[in-house]
């Protein structure tokens, strides 16, 4: 029983002790921080959730500018 009660422990310990994980918004609204995460995920040195919302927020962004371009109002 204290085996299990330890292994519980230091499962918890270990899976609170990663990165936070930004949504999409914040990157869309950061591109820089997007951009700066997705050369991170790129080489290896981050992965998972942020990659990917990272990822979802620089098109979003993109997409953004892009309509806000093709309407006229960029300027």
């Known amino acids: 029983m204290k085996k ?12 609170g002790c ?10 869309q609204a ?9 050369k991170k995920c790129d080489s290896g040195d981050m992965s998972g959730g942020n990659c990917e919302n990272a990822r979802k927020g620089l098109d979003d962004y ?4 892009l309509k806000a371009h093709l309407e006229g109002k960029d300027k």
Request: net charge negative; charged share 25%; aromatic share 8%.
């Open 62 to 65: 993109k997409a953004q500018k």
């Open 18 to 27: 990663g990165e936070k994980i930004y949504d999409s918004s914040y990157f």
């Open 4 to 15: 299990l009660l330890l292994v519980i422990v230091a499962t918890l310990a270990i899976s």
């Open 30 to 38: 950061n591109p820089d921080k997007a951009e700066e995460a997705l």
